[in-house]
């Protein structure tokens, strides 16, 4: 099948463009708002963009959301992983709810203060990054009055459990993140191969 993006005819029950970008690791962004409420949501479009300095961003797709808002207003944010553990908390957190609710609390999580700003961690994820926001690079939006926005973010502290190291490296085994997949589909990472890189 083929279709233009412009039109978006597709002819099938739902959207696929979603579905044809996979997995995508989920950023479970902490922020803080202006009054020191505590703000905590999922965002499946996010992912690591440089290694130095090491950097991250996520995507605000439609109305403003408080995570958006909250960091260009404060300047900081937490990316906390989202595992097979902790996949209903997750869940839990992207429920539309006003910038008054503490997500920590709808979930019934533990925060856990960090070193070098202000939003706090989610205490049982395995792995936390620190961030400094950079900047929000706007881009087009097909709906009015919506905001479609990248929001970038220089990570200045990371937080790895000691019980998910093996033999110095980070163990996904003992992780089990999670990533979307599309539709209301979700998966696990299960299986880890190696493959050295071709010799010159």
Same mark, same amino acid.
């Given at each position: 099948? $083929?279709? /233009?993006?412009?039109?978006?005819?597709?002819?099938?029950? %739902?959207?696929?463009?979603?579905?044809?970008?996979?997995?995508?690791?989920?950023?479970?962004?902490?922020?803080?708002?202006?009054?020191?409420?505590?703000?905590?949501?999922?965002?499946? $479009? $996010?992912?690591?963009?440089?290694?130095?300095?090491?950097?991250?961003?996520?995507?605000?797709?439609?109305?403003? &959301?408080?995570?958006?808002?909250?960091?260009?207003?404060?300047?900081?944010?937490?990316?906390?992983?989202?595992?097979?553990?902790?996949?209903?908390?997750?869940?839990?957190?992207?429920?539309?709810?006003?910038?008054?609710?503490? /997500? $920590?609390? !709808?979930?019934?999580?533990?925060?856990?203060?960090?070193?070098?700003?202000?939003?706090?961690?989610?205490?049982?994820?395995?792995?936390? !990054?620190?961030? !400094?926001?950079?900047?929000?690079?706007?881009?087009?939006?097909?709906?009015?009055?919506?905001?479609?926005?990248?929001?970038?973010?220089?990570?200045?502290?990371? %937080?790895? &459990?000691?019980?998910?190291?093996?033999?110095?490296?980070?163990?996904?085994?003992?992780? &089990?993140?999670?990533?979307?997949?599309?539709?209301?589909?979700?998966?696990?990472?299960?299986?880890?191969?190696?493959?050295?890189?071709?010799?010159?």
């Amino acid at each position: 099948m $083929f279709y /233009e993006t412009k039109d978006n005819k597709h002819g099938l029950p %739902h959207d696929p463009f979603k579905s044809c970008i996979v997995p995508r690791p989920i950023g479970w962004i902490t922020t803080l708002s202006a009054e020191g409420i505590v703000n905590l949501a999922p965002y499946s $479009f $996010f992912n690591g963009v440089s290694t130095d300095p090491p950097m991250v961003m996520f995507s605000n797709n439609g109305p403003a &959301k408080d995570s958006l808002v909250n960091c260009e207003a404060n300047g900081e944010f937490v990316a906390n992983l989202a595992n097979w553990e902790l996949r209903d908390q997750m869940n839990e957190t992207s429920a539309a709810v006003g910038p008054e609710v503490d /997500e $920590f609390t !709808l979930a019934g999580l533990e925060t856990e203060p960090a070193r070098l700003v202000k939003p706090p961690r989610v205490k049982a994820a395995p792995i936390h !990054l620190e961030c !400094l926001y950079h900047q929000t690079v706007d881009l087009p939006s097909n709906t009015p009055g919506t905001r479609n926005a990248i929001v970038l973010g220089r990570i200045i502290g990371i %937080h790895i &459990k000691d019980e998910v190291l093996t033999d110095g490296m980070v163990d996904m085994s003992k992780i &089990k993140p999670i990533a979307r997949l599309g539709y209301l589909d979700y998966t696990r990472v299960d299986l880890v191969f190696t493959m050295p890189r071709p010799a010159v």
